[in-house]
């Protein structure tokens, strides 16, 4: 049974940073490309950032772009989403995703498998 796990939200100040980490288990690991989605309260969800399976391709939304960084561990079945500047825009409940196919992608329908999702909410 896959499982994703998310860890490390919480309540920032803005400017502040924070490193999510999602726990990967139940699939092969090294195969999957993953993600990062959110979604704020009454707005649809969104792609933040994505990686490939071998780290050396990541793939970012324009609102992130130059503040988060997406990387992976395979070794420990790892994936981290460290986020510098937080803004209050930011505020929404983080996903981990899995996505079994070729590439790296932002669409949401691409992801096979999603974690419960960890709230991060940035004060202004």
């Known amino acids: 049974q896959v499982q994703l796990v998310e860890s490390g939200g919480g309540l920032v100040q803005a400017g502040d940073s924070l490193k999510l980490s999602c726990a990967a288990s139940?699939?092969?690991?090294?195969?999957?490309?993953m993600g990062w989605f959110r979604q704020a309260p009454g707005k649809e969800r969104e792609f933040v950032a994505a990686?490939?399976?071998?780290?050396?391709?990541?793939y970012y939304a324009d609102s992130v772009k130059g503040r988060f960084t997406i990387s992976r561990d395979n070794a420990k079945n790892m994936v981290y989403l460290q986020m510098n500047s937080l803004k209050p825009e930011d505020t929404a409940v983080y996903y981990c995703?899995?996505?079994?196919?070729?590439?790296?992608?932002?669409?949401?329908?691409?992801?096979?498998?999603w974690g419960q999702g960890t709230q991060v909410t940035v004060s202004s």
């Open positions: 995703a899995a996505d079994d196919t070729l590439g790296v992608h932002t669409t949401i329908r691409q992801y096979d498998y």
């Open positions: 139940g699939l092969t690991f090294s195969t999957y490309a």
């Open positions: 990686i490939g399976w071998s780290g050396g391709n990541a």
